[in-house]
């Protein structure tokens, strides 16, 4: 890695996606003001009214018992030894759980935090923080397992030292839900003094949440002046409406993501903020989407962590086609437009689809079901069931070669994925996956680097939706090359802005001079994600290194992307992006400062942990930086990055001998990162052990083919020894 060794994760992906103009409202002489759902109601009063039995009317509440649904009636529940008890006491909600020092102490219950399938509380503390409690109520009927205390993390104690813990950072309800969970919300952080004074103009998800400020709104409708789109913000309708035998859908839409899509994305998606959230800007002028990152998405695009909906959609044909959220969900009450088939046959035509010849199972059966073939669900906190919104069809055949799941054998579960392949094959014929880009990209993540020609081919096809051409990209940067480089120079010029994004993320094995120049007419694109998908690829060259006609705009590009990250300066991971800046710029004390951050928010927060390790040894202060490491055993002793950062500073030290373990360790933590599996081979010959070096490397070589770097090591090695 360019600079020397640094451990970094970036936990707010500086990837776009692709954007339109919004419909806003020509600019007025007096903003907008947030007036209230009640405000509403007088002439809205159907959507009102259905809004009042929705999950956004329960998105949180103040604790009173028409909000409460937990059993606060003296209730115990223990988890891994510790009894934490919930009662109510003075017409108010308590609970005796553990604090932040792992000690039993009585929180009072400030608001209750979701409706269904769960609910959390949330404590109030002293310095502004809300934290929401993880042990929530299972608030389904108890004949489908509800009516319950349960744990969010049931199959391992979280103590109050872990990173998780409810007290910590990541349970934050200021910094983490609130912006979702509310409306008109202004976190309102002080960094020096590390407290909060937020604020919102309404609890919970209001009107305005979705539709802007209503003020000028309530002028209009009262005759008070002749206003564009009726003084509303922005428009959120659908871009077409379902007409089963008519299929209306236009041959071509306005906005690639329409407005509703991007109302709807501000909370159903896997996103960070970049700014203070604005409702008359586009989506991507407030958020940063996440990529189909490995590790929260499969290699066919399914989910797999919790990643919400909006990046499976991007990848439809439901989206190709232009369909918004309302066409299945009506909008203020939340609830589906129809029951069962029903929904799906608002388009598809009932005489092709609502057949046996089509579903393979008897009618009226669950097989028959469109959703569990084609929008198969995984569970989230414990019982909160999500189906995955890419509407793919089922790939069997894809399993066997990319390890994906597939509807069939999650129903099927006496069955296994060879025979529900041979079953596709022998319905449909087809043998190969439907989806090409799942196989691509399982091989690249296995290091095949026989893949990257086919892997560029897809990425520069057109046909494949944006997200999935970006992520084609993204990966493509494992296998450095010529033909890579000439790939990626044409997509940092497509005309959609997430393809841009991928494009500019893949560019980092390049040398700083051949990175500016690749990236320099991304500085000022106009969308603001793209520019700090650059950014991140250029926070390593100086300003006064950049040539001339560079330098301003390079200059104004970083102080917008270290804004962005000082935005969020509440979350451990982004004060940990602005020390990874800081240091690459060269400003030691000041990356110190912000790791030292990072780790006050959330002590044990482990990037932090990892790259103030090596400020230390930048400063020469490797026995801080050692002790500092060791802690960080402690804490995490299956992870492979502290295994081989502390190996480097054994090696660094003198103390090569001892090194060899933990790099082992490393290397059967992560069985997929060639580079742990090179150094663990460098260790061993370079403490006398050759034969067995040669041995690791042959391995090594049969999982990571064509791997320069292990391929020149075993020649080597292999020389030196005859």
């Known amino acids: 890695m360019r600079g020397g060794w640094k451990y970094i994760i970036i936990?707010?992906?500086?990837?776009?996606?692709?954007?339109?103009?919004?419909?806003?409202?020509?600019?007025?002489?007096?903003?907008?003001?947030?007036?209230?759902?009640?405000?509403?109601?007088?002439?809205?009063?159907?959507?009102?009214?259905?809004?009042?039995?929705?999950?956004?009317?329960?998105?949180?509440?103040?604790?009173?018992?028409?909000?409460?649904?937990?059993?606060?009636?003296?209730?115990?529940?223990?988890?891994?030894?510790?009894?934490?008890?919930?009662?109510?006491?003075?017409?108010?909600?308590?609970?005796e759980t553990d604090n932040a020092k792992g000690e039993l102490e009585t929180f009072r219950v400030a608001y209750t935090f979701g409706w269904y399938p769960l609910q959390q509380y949330l404590?109030?503390?002293?310095?502004?923080?809300?934290?929401a409690l993880s042990i929530s109520w299972d608030s389904r009927p108890a004949a489908e397992g509800g009516q319950r205390w349960y744990h969010l993390y049931p199959n391992a104690a979280v103590t109050h030292e872990d990173a998780l813990h409810w007290t910590g950072a990541f349970q934050n309800w200021n910094s983490r839900c609130a912006s979702c969970h509310s409306t008109g919300l202004t976190k309102a952080y002080s960094q020096t003094e590390n407290r909060y004074r937020t604020n919102?103009?309404?609890?919970?998800?209001?009107?305005?949440?979705?539709?802007?400020?209503?003020?000028?709104?309530?002028?209009?409708?009262?005759?008070?002046?002749?206003?564009?789109?009726?003084?509303?913000?922005?428009?959120?309708?659908?871009?077409?409406?379902?007409?089963?035998?008519?299929?209306?859908?236009?041959?071509?839409?306005?906005?690639?993501?329409?407005?509703?899509?991007?109302?709807?994305?501000?909370?159903?998606?896997?996103?960070?903020?970049?700014?203070?959230?604005?409702?008359?800007?586009g989506f991507f002028d407030s958020y940063l989407l996440s990529p189909l990152l490995e590790g929260l998405y499969h290699p066919d695009g399914q989910i797999l962590e919790e990643v919400y909906e909006t990046g499976s959609f991007l990848q439809s044909r439901m989206h190709q086609k232009h369909v918004s959220c309302t066409n299945c969900h009506e909008p203020h009450g939340a609830q589906l437009r129809a029951t069962g088939n029903a929904l799906c046959l608002q388009c598809h035509e009932p005489a092709k689809f609502q057949d046996r010849s089509h579903f393979f199972h008897e009618p009226g059966s669950a097989g028959a079901q469109c959703v569990n073939c084609h929008m198969p669900q995984n569970t989230y906190m414990g019982v909160d069931a999500r189906r995955d919104h890419s509407f793919r069809v089922p790939d069997p055949i894809a399993s066997l070669q990319a390890g994906t799941p597939n509807a069939c054998t999650q129903c099927h579960q006496d069955r296994d994925d060879k025979w529900a392949a041979a079953f596709i094959t022998q319905r449909t014929g087809r043998d190969a996956p439907r989806y090409p880009h799942a196989t691509l990209l399982a091989r690249a993540r296995r290091h095949d680097a026989s893949v990257a020609p086919e892997l560029l081919r897809y990425a520069g096809d057109a046909a494949h939706p944006p997200i999935l051409r970006a992520i084609a990209m993204q990966e493509s940067a494992r296998f450095p090359s010529q033909q890579q480089v000439d790939v990626v120079a044409g997509?940092?010029?497509?005309?959609?802005?997430?393809?841009?994004?991928?494009?500019?993320?893949?560019?980092?094995?390049?040398?700083?001079?051949?990175?500016?120049?690749?990236?320099?007419?991304?500085?000022?694109?106009?969308?603001?994600?793209?520019?700090?998908?650059?950014?991140?690829?250029?926070?390593?060259?100086?300003?006064?290194?950049?040539?001339?006609?560079?330098?301003?705009?390079?200059?104004?590009?970083?102080?917008?992307?270290?804004?962005?990250?000082?935005?969020?300066?509440?979350?451990?991971?982004?004060?940990?992006?602005?020390?990874?800046?800081?240091?690459?710029?060269?400003?030691?004390?000041?990356?110190?400062?912000?790791?030292?951050?990072?780790?006050?928010?959330?002590?044990?927060?482990?990037?932090?942990?990892?790259?103030?390790?090596?400020?230390?040894?930048?400063?020469?202060?490797?026995?801080?930086?050692?002790?500092?490491?060791?802690?960080?055993?402690?804490?995490?002793?299956?992870?492979?990055?502290?295994?081989?950062?502390?190996?480097?500073?054994?090696?660094?030290?003198?103390?090569?001998?001892?090194?060899?373990?933990?790099?082992?360790?490393?290397?059967?933590?992560?069985?997929?990162?060639?580079?742990?599996?090179l150094v663990h081979a460098v260790s061993l010959a370079e403490t006398g052990r050759r034969g067995d070096a040669i041995r690791e490397l042959e391995a090594a070589s049969r999982r990571f083919p064509g791997e320069p770097q292990i391929l020149q090591a075993l020649q080597g090695y292999r020389s030196t020894s005859r």
């Open 491 to 677: 997509a940092l010029t497509d005309s959609d802005p997430l393809v841009r994004a991928g494009a500019a993320a893949s560019l980092g094995f390049l040398e700083a001079g051949q990175r500016l120049a690749g990236l320099a007419s991304l500085i000022e694109d106009p969308v603001k994600a793209v520019r700090m998908s650059a950014a991140r690829q250029l926070i390593d060259i100086k300003v006064a290194d950049a040539p001339a006609e560079l330098q301003a705009r390079l200059g104004r590009l970083f102080e917008e992307y270290r804004t962005a990250l000082q935005f969020n300066a509440d979350m451990p991971e982004s004060m940990n992006d602005l020390g990874v800046f800081l240091s690459a710029q060269g400003d030691v004390d000041g990356a110190e400062q912000a790791f030292r951050q990072a780790r006050q928010l959330s002590p044990r927060y482990l990037p932090a942990m990892l790259n103030l390790s090596d400020v230390y040894r930048t400063r020469q202060r490797d026995d801080a930086g050692e002790a500092l490491l060791r802690e960080a055993l402690r804490a995490y002793p299956d992870s492979a990055d502290v295994h081989y950062t502390l190996g480097l500073l054994l090696v660094r030290t003198q103390r090569t001998a001892a090194s060899v373990s933990l790099f082992a360790r490393a290397r059967e933590l992560a069985p997929g990162n060639a580079q742990y599996a």
């Open 123 to 131: 404590i109030e503390f002293p310095d502004g923080r809300l934290q």
């Open 11 to 95: 936990a707010v992906v500086l990837l776009g996606a692709a954007v339109a103009a919004f419909a806003l409202r020509p600019p007025a002489s007096q903003p907008a003001q947030y007036a209230g759902t009640e405000a509403c109601a007088a002439c809205h009063r159907q959507a009102f009214e259905l809004w009042q039995s929705s999950h956004h009317r329960h998105a949180m509440e103040v604790a009173a018992p028409d909000s409460v649904l937990g059993d606060f009636n003296a209730a115990r529940f223990d988890y891994f030894g510790t009894t934490s008890r919930f009662f109510t006491r003075d017409g108010s909600y308590f609970v």
């Open 200 to 281: 919102w103009k309404e609890l919970t998800v209001g009107c305005e949440a979705c539709h802007g400020p209503g003020s000028r709104h309530l002028d209009w409708a009262g005759g008070r002046g002749s206003l564009p789109d009726k003084g509303l913000i922005g428009r959120v309708d659908a871009v077409w409406r379902p007409a089963n035998g008519e299929l209306p859908i236009p041959d071509h839409a306005g906005a690639v993501l329409s407005n509703q899509l991007q109302v709807c994305s501000g909370c159903h998606s896997r996103r960070t903020e970049l700014q203070q959230p604005d409702p008359a800007a």
